[in-house]
C-alpha cells in the first residue's frame, strides 16, 4: 500500500555538520511531498513542499528535491544550528485523490554545540 | 501562533467515557484534518473534512467520529475510551486539499 518510509533516528550531529535524513515514497501517482518539523512541545509546521518530480523546495537553510526516479524526498542541509533540534517528518498528500495524509515516523535530531 | 485553535490542551478522563475534541480553522480554511500522535503509532492521518463534507479516511476507529459544522469549525469525538487512546490529537487546515496544512497545538489526552 501507500506509504512513506524515513530513515530512523535519533540523529545527533554537532553544529555546523551536514544532515541529510532519507524518506521514500510508494504511491501511484503524484503525491505532494512534504517536510513538516515539530520543535519540542509544539504542533507542526511545514518546513517545504514540492508538488511535482524534479521540484526542489527550500526553507531556512533546508532543501529537499522530489525525485521521481527513485521516489525520493530527502531532506539536506549543510550546516546544522542547535536550534534545528526538532523531530522532522516526511509526508506525502494523497487527499486529492480521496487518499489519505501519510506521515512517515519521525527523525528525532539533536544537534549538540 | 499556526491560526488554528484546538480545545482543550489537556484532557484526563477515564476508561469508557466519551471526549470531544473542538478545533477552529484558520480563518478562510475549508479543510480540517485530523491526526493522532503516539509514542507506538507515530503520527495516523484519521480524517478530513472539505467545507463540511468527508473527504478522506485514514485509520479512524469506528469509536471515532467527527464533523465539520457550517462555520468550519470541527469536532473529534471519541468514545467507549480505552487506555490506548491515550495521545496527542492535532487538527490541521488548509485552504483546499494537497495544500499547506497548517497545525493546532494539540489537545493531551490521558485515558486513566
Known amino acids: 500500500g501507500d506509504s512513506v518510509t524515513q530513515m530512523e533516528g535519533p540523529v545527533t550531529l554537532s553544529e555546523e555538520a551536514f544532515l541529510t535524513i532519507n524518506c521514500t515514497y510508494t504511491?501511484?501517482?503524484?503525491?505532494?511531498l512534504f517536510w513538516y518539523v515539530q520543535y519540542p512541545g509544539e504542533g507542526l509546521q511545514l518546513l517545504l513542499k514540492?508538488?511535482?518530480?524534479?521540484d526542489k523546495g527550500s526553507n531556512k537553510g533546508f532543501e529537499a528535491t522530489y525525485r521521481k526516479e527513485t521516489t525520493s524526498f530527502h531532506l539536506e542541509k549543510g550546516s546544522v544550528q542547535v536550534s534545528d533540534s526538532a523531530v522532522y517528518f516526511c509526508?506525502?498528500?494523497?487527499?486529492?485523490?480521496?487518499?489519505?495524509?501519510?506521515f512517515g515516523t519521525g527523525t528525532s535530531l539533536t544537534v549538540i554545540p | 501562533d499556526s491560526g488554528v485553535t484546538q480545545t482543550p490542551k489537556h484532557l484526563i478522563t477515564a476508561t469508557g467515557q466519551r471526549v470531544t475534541l473542538r478545533c477552529s480553522p484558520r480563518?478562510?480554511?475549508?479543510?480540517v484534518y485530523w491526526y493522532q500522535q503516539s509514542l507506538d503509532q507515530g503520527l495516523q492521518f484519521l480524517i478530513q473534512y472539505y467545507n463540511g463534507e468527508e473527504r478522506a479516511k485514514g485509520n479512524i476507529l469506528e469509536r471515532f467520529s467527527a464533523q465539520q459544522f457550517p462555520d468550519l469549525h470541527s469536532e473529534l469525538n471519541l468514545s467507549s475510551l480505552e487506555l490506548g487512546d491515550s495521545a496527542l490529537y492535532f487538527c490541521?487546515?488548509?485552504?483546499?486539499?494537497?495544500?499547506?496544512?497548517?497545525f493546532g497545538a494539540g489537545t493531551r489526552l490521558s485515558v486513566l
Open positions: 504511491a501511484t501517482g503524484y503525491p505532494s
Open positions: 509526508a506525502q498528500d494523497l487527499t486529492n485523490t480521496g487518499n489519505q495524509f501519510y
Open positions: 514540492a508538488t511535482k518530480a524534479d
Open positions: 480563518s478562510g480554511d475549508l479543510s
Open positions: 490541521a487546515s488548509s485552504v483546499g486539499w494537497g495544500d499547506i496544512q497548517y
